[in-house]
């Protein structure tokens, strides 16, 4: 018999596996992969989740594994640049999923969570409306008073509770991503063009990871050729271009429109949703990760007795981030007020730095977005 039992291993779970046994729960966690293992999905972590990863004690070993870390973004939107350090020494970092995944599960492991990997679960056990166990492929099964789904954004365990969806987006963009050598990329850079967003950053081994999105409704035309819309993209931005044409591409394309943005109630009788199953959103801003690792934090400390709400903590926290990425998902250019206020941002290191500690996940949107602060950034570009 466990306390808690998390259902899937990545950062959502492992995390959540990690914290829970580091505060003494006796703690299973399942996951269908064996780490490491690669995932569909690029790998920026923001500042906020790096701080995690920082006072969890494990990004010395991101960096010890040869994960570039950087202070610096270099953020460019329809030609106006935002380029600065995140506030507050923010760090930000890209390492590979095969990296990231496998440190988190070893992590849970070391801190006394049992770790099985290869275990796929077929259903959880119920009693009425109260789950107390899982069941797997196999016809094994393990009992607890509480199951955790980190099991990503098409969870089973979501599923078999029949979680409310509170919030949903229809799929709004297409994304591919590969990775070159011989790239010269110091620091991550982002660039938004009409009906374009694009992201290249260092990452493990010395390659570069380069991402590019378009509107979901040009897929048809977009899957014809893949390399050549990816680098038809990033010859709109700069001399990213040529710098990745002449590098070499030195793995496979991945392409995907599987990319959802919904919003699940978190929590039931028995049960508690974590990362992508509770809560996905495109991943244009890159926030994904970041939020597994607050969610895990938020969860352990709500079942271990230190928290309030983990649910009205979690929607408080990301609901505002959700809605601005599902406007940028739309890849539309910045337009009149939009356009102006970016500008204004841009002319002074103070509000760059803001504007970023957004996307970081160290300045709550609302705190951009508040009228007296937009009014001051205006007022401050009018008086040049
Ligand atoms: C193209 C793309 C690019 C992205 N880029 C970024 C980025 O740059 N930065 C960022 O922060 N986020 C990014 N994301 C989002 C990020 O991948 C997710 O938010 C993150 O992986 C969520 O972590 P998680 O632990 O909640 O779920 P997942 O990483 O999806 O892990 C879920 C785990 O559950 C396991 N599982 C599922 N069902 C079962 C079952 N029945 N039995 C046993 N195990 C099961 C799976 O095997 C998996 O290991 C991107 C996503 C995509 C698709």
């Known amino acids: 018999m466990y306390d808690v039992i998390v259902v899937g291993a990545r950062p959502a779970g492992a995390a959540t596996a990690m914290l829970l046994a580091r505060h003494g729960l006796r703690v299973l966690v399942v996951d269908r992969a064996r780490f490491p293992s690669d995932t569909l999905s690029t790998h920026q972590i923001q500042p906020a989740g790096v701080d995690r990863l920082r006072r969890w004690g494990l990004l010395e070993r991101l960096i010890a594994a040869g994960t570039p870390v950087t202070g610096q973004v270099r953020f460019d939107i329809g030609g106006t640049v ?42 959880l056990l119920k009693d009425g409306d109260r789950v107390h166990g899982i069941r797997g492929r196999d016809g094994t099964e393990h009992r607890a008073p509480v199951v955790v789904g980190a099991d990503g954004k098409h969870s089973l365990v979501a599923k078999e509770v029949a979680a409310p969806v509170l919030r949903e987006v229809a799929p709004r963009t297409v994304a591919s991503y590969s990775y070159w050598e011989g790239v010269d990329m110091p620091v991550g850079e982002l660039y938004h063009r009409p009906g374009r967003a694009v992201a290249a950053f260092p990452t493990n081994d010395g390659l570069t990871m380069v991402y590019a999105a378009a509107p979901v409704e040009e897929f048809g035309t977009w899957r014809t050729d893949v390399e050549g819309h990816l680098l038809d993209t990033v010859d709109r931005c700069g001399d990213l271009g040529k710098r990745v044409r002449d590098g070499r591409r030195v793995e496979r394309l991945r392409t995907t429109v599987d990319l959802p943005n919904v919003v699940r109630r978190a929590h039931g009788p028995g049960w508690f949703l974590v990362g992508d199953a509770g809560l996905v959103m495109d991943p244009v801003t890159a926030q994904g990760i970041g939020n597994a690792l607050a969610d895990a934090e938020l969860l352990a400390s709500a079942i271990a007795g230190a928290g309030t709400g983990y649910q009205r903590e979690r929607d408080d926290a990301r609901l505002p981030m959700f809605d601005l990425t599902t406007g940028i998902a739309e890849l539309r250019p910045a337009k009149g007020f939009n356009a102006r206020f970016l500008r204004a941002v841009a002319r002074r290191q103070a509000s760059t730095e803001q504007f970023l500690g957004v996307f970081a996940g160290t300045v709550p949107v609302r705190a951009l977005r508040r009228p007296g602060n937009v009014a001051r950034i205006l007022v401050q570009r009018a008086r040049g």
């Open 82 to 123: 935002l380029e600065g350090r995140f506030p507050a020494g923010g760090l930000l970092c890209s390492p590979r999923r095969t990296v990231l995944d496998k440190l988190l599960v070893d992590a849970a492991r070391e801190a006394g969570a049992e770790v099985v990997e290869g275990f796929h679960v077929a259903g």
